[in-house]
Structures are given as C-alpha cells and as structure tokens.
C-alpha cells in the first residue's frame, strides 16, 4: 500500500555541521517527493520537492536525493544552525487525479550549539 | 505567514459534541486539504476538496465531513467527539488540484481537545 516512512525518528547535530536526513518510500506509483519542516506550534512548512524524473535537486543550504531504485529520499541541510530544529516530514504523491499527498512520521532535528 | 488561516486556534469541548473547523485558502488557491496530526504522529490525510467538490479522500471517519464553499474557504465538520478525536487538525491549500503539480501551504492548525 501507499507508505513513507523515515529511517531515524531523532537526529542530534552540532551546529555547523551538515545534516542528513532519510526517508523510504514504498509506492513504485509515485512521483513527486517533498520536504517540510515543521517547528512547535505552527503548521508544516514547505521546503523543497523532487519529481522523479530527476534524482537530486538543491536549494538554499538544503539539497533533496532520490534513488528510485531503492525508493530512498533524503534531505541535507548544510551549516546546520539551532532554526533549522523542527520535526522534517517526507511526502510523497503520484500524477493520478485523486491522488494524495502521503506524509511519513517524521524526523526530529535537535541543533546544539 | 503561509497565508492559509484556521480559526479557532484551539478548541475544548465534551464528548458526543460536535464541532466545525474553519479554513480560509491562500489567495488564488482553488484547493483545500484538511490534515489531522495526533500526539507524535504524522499527517493523517483526510479529504481534499478542489474548486467546490471533493477530489480525494484518505482515512476520514463517517462521523466527519467536509465541504469547500463558492467563496473557496473550507470547513471540517466533526461529530459525535470521542477521546480519540484530540488532535490538531491542519488545513492546506493549492493552486492546482492535483498535489504533484503544486505544492500544498499548511495553515497553523485548529487544537482540539475533547474532554
């Protein structure tokens, strides 16, 4: 069925350092992977997406992977500072009309400086 | 500020209640996607409502129902509260109907606690 999961459930960094956070999906179907930060009290916020017809895309200090072979995503956050702690949320969709946005449990980053 | 506002912000109320959520798009946007979050969860996906009419539907129990008006804003109507329906309840909005063809913008949530 349709599932995204993430491999870590917590993640502790040092500030400065870069960041690394993992994701597998299951559905074969879909192709649209996106990122979101989520921090306390507020709603998820968009950070970065992939289609599948590409297999890395980068942003300002953020870079997304996908391996569809293996059906792994991954966001990396570079220079990683004490804003970037939040829950990060993977969510997947596919190109059919009534198709979802299917969200994982989640990855907490903790940032200590 | 993603633009999408969710009123009340929180919510108490008993069980056998029933309340009404409410959800204003980001200006443009023709779809809305209602979310539920309970504690140390994920996004539960519920329904997703395009232009007036409903367009996909997740796991969304029989005692909730939805419905997205002519001016495009969006209520989430829950009845029958149990326990069990504690949890944040989170709205987004899109351009377009389809989530791969544009990304979603999260509003900040309506809590509901239900005693």
């Known amino acids: 069925g349709e599932s995204v999961g993430l491999h870590l459930p917590t993640l502790s960094v040092q500030e400065g350092d870069n960041s690394i956070i993992n994701c597998a999906y299951s559905?074969?179907?879909?192709?649209?992977f996106i990122w979101y930060k989520q921090e306390s009290g507020k709603g998820p916020q968009f950070i970065i997406d992939?289609?599948?017809?590409?297999d890395k895309r980068q942003g300002q200090r953020v870079t997304v992977l996908l391996n569809k072979t293996v059906k792994h995503l991954s966001l990396q956050i570079a220079a990683t500072q004490p804003g970037d702690s939040a829950v990060y949320f993977c969510?997947?969709?596919?190109?059919?009309?009534?198709?979802?946005?299917?969200f994982g449990k989640g990855t907490t980053l903790s940032v200590s400086s | 500020d993603s633009g999408v506002t969710q009123t009340p912000k929180h919510l108490i109320t008993a069980t056998g209640q029933r309340v009404t959520l409410r959800c204003s798009p980001r200006?443009?946007?023709?779809?809305v996607y209602w979310y539920q979050q309970s504690l140390d969860q994920g996004l539960q996906f519920l329904i997703q409502?395009?232009?007036?009419?409903?367009?996909a539907k997740g796991n969304i129990l029989e005692r909730f129902s939805a419905q997205q008006f002519p001016d495009l804003h969006s209520e989430l109507n829950l009845s029958s509260l149990e326990l069990g329906d504690s949890a944040l309840y989170f709205c987004?909005?899109?351009?377009?109907?389809?989530?791969?063809?544009?990304?979603?913008?999260f509003g900040n949530g309506t809590r509901l606690t239900v005693t």
């Open positions: 409502y395009y232009n007036g009419e409903e367009r």
């Open positions: 200006s443009g946007d023709l779809s």
């Open positions: 559905n074969s179907a879909s192709d649209y």
């Open positions: 987004a909005s899109s351009v377009e109907g389809r989530p791969s063809n544009s990304p979603l913008h």
């Open positions: 992939i289609r599948s017809n590409m």
């Open positions: 969510a997947e969709s596919g190109h059919q009309a009534g198709t979802a946005l299917i």
